[in-house]
Structures are given as structure tokens and as C-alpha cells.
């Protein structure tokens, strides 16, 4: 029989309970946690490698969006109805206007995550909420094998296709069919900076 927070004990929390507790100081801004479906998860470690990753990609979007999507790095993407407000290691939204941001006027279209140790976590667990949360597409950038998982086609909130990509590959985001990347260039050309 599966687990539910009253059998566990556990407590979950809504996101304005999570907001609540970052304003009374029981949660800081040096606290690397995230709300998944009511609890409050502790972030895994960054290394060189993934903030290597994380700049170069979000960077890469920075220029080649500019003026048609914002790019954030690292920001709450609030999924209410799921008590969920994950931080993706880069999300980017419809509207280029930074201000838009948590407003109705702009929605995410892709949500990145760079995976080392949570891999397996964001393949599954991540992979789920964004689905439920209709995040269009989602990436996850492999730092050990150097391989880009994308989710796409979110149908009854579940994404319908997964495909990897690797060196030599190249691809587009759904948004911005225009925007080919090589996937290469997502990961750090200096190999001594491998994890």
C-alpha cells in the first residue's frame, strides 16, 4: 500500500504557507530548498560544472531571445493547484518583459533543469510536475554523459515523447522553431571542468 502524508506524518504545505514562511525568517534566501507537492525539498549541490552549464545556457538564451522571451535563472515557477514551486535551473517565459514575471501576462514555455546527482529526480519526479503544471516542453541537461532529455507533448498531464540528444545533435525549442541549438554547446568546452 502506498505512502500519503497522513500515514506518513507528514505535513504539506500550500505555496502561500511556503511564501509565509520565507517572509517570518523560518526559510532564508541561503536555504536551497523547493515546495514539490506540498513539501518542502532540500536542492542538491551545485558544482563547477553545473553552474558552468546553467551560465552557458542561459546565456545562449539570453541572446538569442532577446526581445521575444524572458530567461530566468534559478526563479520559483509556481504550480499552485499542484502545492508545488519548483526552481528550475532556467525557465523561460512568453513575455520579454522582466516585470512580467509571477503576473498573468506572461507563462512558461520551458523549464531546464541541469542534472548531476538528480538525475533519476528530475527525469521522473520534475518531469511529472511540469507535465501537470503544462510546462509546454521541458530539458534536462545530463552533465555526466553530456546528453539532452527532452519532454514534449503534454497530453492529460503527462508529457507524451521523451528523446536524448547528444554530440552532433541539434534542436529547437517548440517556441521558437527558428532557435537551432547544437547541444554540444550547452555543456562546458573545457573537460577538465567535468564532474
Not at 37 to 52: A, D, E, L, Q, T
Request: hydrophobic share 40%.
Amino acid at each position: 500500500m502506498a505512502s500519503t502524508a497522513k500515514d506518513t506524518g507528514l505535513h504539506r504545505f500550500t505555496v502561500d504557507e511556503y511564501h509565509r514562511m520565507g517572509d517570518a525568517g523560518i526559510l532564508g534566501e541561503d536555504d536551497r530548498v523547493e515546495l514539490i507537492r506540498g513539501v518542502i525539498r532540500k536542492m542538491s549541490p551545485i558544482n563547477r560544472f553545473h553552474v558552468i552549464t546553467t551560465s552557458r545556457t542561459r546565456q545562449l538564451f539570453d541572446r538569442r531571445l532577446a526581445g521575444r522571451a524572458s530567461v530566468y535563472e534559478q526563479s520559483p515557477l509556481q504550480l499552485e493547484p499542484l502545492a508545488s514551486e519548483p526552481e528550475p535551473d532556467i525557465a523561460i517565459y512568453s513575455n520579454p518583459e522582466m516585470d512580467a514575471f509571477g503576473t498573468a501576462e506572461t507563462a512558461p514555455l520551458l523549464a531546464i533543469e541541469v542534472a548531476d546527482s538528480s538525475l533519476s529526480y528530475d527525469l521522473t519526479t520534475k518531469a511529472e510536475l511540469y507535465a501537470e503544471g503544462l510546462v509546454p516542453e521541458y530539458w534536462v541537461l545530463d552533465v555526466q554523459r553530456r546528453v539532452l532529455h527532452v519532454f514534449r507533448e503534454v497530453s492529460n498531464g503527462v508529457y507524451q515523447t521523451r528523446t536524448e540528444y547528444g554530440a552532433g545533435a541539434r534542436i529547437a525549442p517548440l517556441s521558437w522553431p527558428d532557435f537551432e541549438i547544437d547541444v554540444e554547446s550547452l555543456f562546458p568546452s573545457d573537460e577538465s571542468a567535468a564532474p
